[in-house]
């Protein structure tokens, strides 16, 4: 270990600044042989990369300079209270395809963030300006904020715009705010779901979660004509760094492919790659719950999973009324992803957050990552401020993971609509669960639980040829009879009756069908999970 490590006495948002100049003369020099205008991005990742490295040498500490007291003390979302000036924004000449905006530090966000741009192959600081904010509401001023004398104050964030050429305006697209958090949206979509750099030691007991930071981001200044704008991202935490590079194109739906090298300081008790954060309130398994009046409340409604084979998986989510964690077990998967299906405004009836519009998540998975699981975690929640549901893939070779030695993977994001861009089986559009009437008094099975599930697409959808059979299959617990299947041709709509009785052991029961006609599989597998406790 070196020892100047240890007595070097610099303060870090000093060394950081300093980094920043060092980032530039790297650049600079990689670009020395570049032609004109073109950027080598394999050279900007590769500095960000060494960057990671470096850092990851060093103990942690935590970035500075330090949030000013009267930044502190604003109110939790007091970042609100100082706006953006849409006319500062960066890249706002002429016929440009996007436009840069930051967001000003305080309460929450109070970890800075630094911000490169990348001219031509050159890295240029883009150093913190109080006059790029509106100060006005917040009761501050450039000289409250003291920045003259804490040098670069960095920002808590970024959102990227894309100009519509239709309506002669930008829309926002991207934004990175607090922690390694992310978001997209695509040409129709309401703000939901998000994405994380990375899940350290998510929801183990008795040893809290691990937040790293994007702490710094590289933006490769955008040329007239260009489709896509392309991102480099430092990560930095007590227990890992990383090195990110995002090449965002913004459509009908967000793409964002990814591609990533870690670089851990020590291990950790759990790594999550690709993470995904969303909300579930309640659905339309318990409508109006927590006395709410409208029908459903959530940015998602199921995980979505596809298997190496081509299996489709369907898992409704949940507000439990304990926090629970899932894990399926999968060999190098094609992907996965917290989907919002249920797109129908009468089902939210909610015109201010528009839930039926919240972007679907999905993760499309590069290369081969082997054996491991996706772990969905929902924790109860009683407010739809505050996500409560969390995703992302675990590596069962976790040594490898975080040996030391750089790790690298890479996957594509999709913000899309309800359906990810896969061909699509068969899917369970609902799920509704209540317990079986009797039909003569007393004959009720006491325990006894019913899902009715309503499915449609793929092979359903052809003419009709049959009824087709229900395979079921259940741990910790029993179905009760056969589950019947009904067609509602005016609806285009399959019904499904399945009973079931979880087993008086305390064990949460976990039932599993789909829907075949002959050795024809015609559905995805629908996976519902029940706990003793769920209301």
Known sequence: MRMDIHIDSTPYWYRCTLGLLCAC?????????????????????QSVVAEAEELA???????????PEVLRSLPEHGTRLIPFRPEASMWSEAGMPFRLRFFHRGAWFDRPVHIVE????????????????????????????????????????????????????????????????????????????????????????????????????????????????????????????????FVVDPGDYTTIDTEVALFFRHGVTKAGLAPLTSMFLMGEEQPGRFGAWRPEVHDSDGLLMVSQHGEH???????????????????????????QRDRAFRNYMDPNLEYHRRPS?????????????????????????????????????????????????????WFCDDQPPLPSAGRFIETHRGVPQALFPGKRENGALRFVLFANGGGLDEPFAGIPDVVTNVTNGQVLGKPSVVRFEELGLWQVMIDAKPYDN??????????????????????YRWDWGDP
Request: with cysteine; proline share 8%; aromatic share 12%.
């Open 361 to 413: 998540v999905w993760v499309e998975a590069h290369d081969q990552w082997g054996q491991g699981w996706v772990e969905l975690i929902e924790f109860h929640s009683g407010d739809e401020d505050f996500d409560n549901v969390a995703a992302f893939w675990v590596p069962a070779d976790s040594e490898k993971v975080m040996s030391g030695q750089r790790f690298d993977f890479g996957y594509t994001l």
């Open 57 to 67: 040498a060093r103990p942690f500490e935590s970035p500075g300079p330090p949030l």
């Open 118 to 245: 990348v001219v031509d192959g050159q890295a240029r600081p883009v150093p913190y300006d109080p006059h790029r904010f509106d100060l006005n509401r917040s009761g501050l001023s450039p000289d409250s904020l003291g920045a003259d004398k804490v040098g670069d104050l960095g920002y808590a964030g970024l959102t990227l715009y894309l100009r519509d050429p239709a309506k002669n305006l930008f829309k926002e697209k991207l934004s990175f705010l607090g922690a390694s958090y992310f978001r997209a949206v695509g040409s129709d979509h309401h703000w939901g779901a998000s994405s994380r750099g990375l899940a350290i030691d998510t929801f183990l007991k008795d040893q809290p979660e691990e937040f790293p930071h994007f702490e710094k981001f590289w933006l490769v200044r955008p040329k007239p004509n260009d489709q896509h704008a392309t991102i480099y991202a430092l990560l930095n935490g007590p227990s890992v760094t990383g090195a990110y590079r």
């Open 313 to 339: 998986i369907w898992r409704p989510l949940d507000n439990p009324g304990a926090s629970r964690v899932s894990r399926f077990k999968l060999e190098s998967p094609r992907g996965f992803g917290l989907i």
């Open 506 to 527: 305390g064990e949460p029961m976990e039932l599993r069908a789909f829907l075949k006609r002959g050795d024809d599989v015609l559905t995805e597998t629908w996976v």
């Open 25 to 45: 003369c790297l650049l600079c020099s990689t670009a020395a042989s570049a032609k004109p205008g073109h950027v080598d991005e394999d050279a900007v990742f």
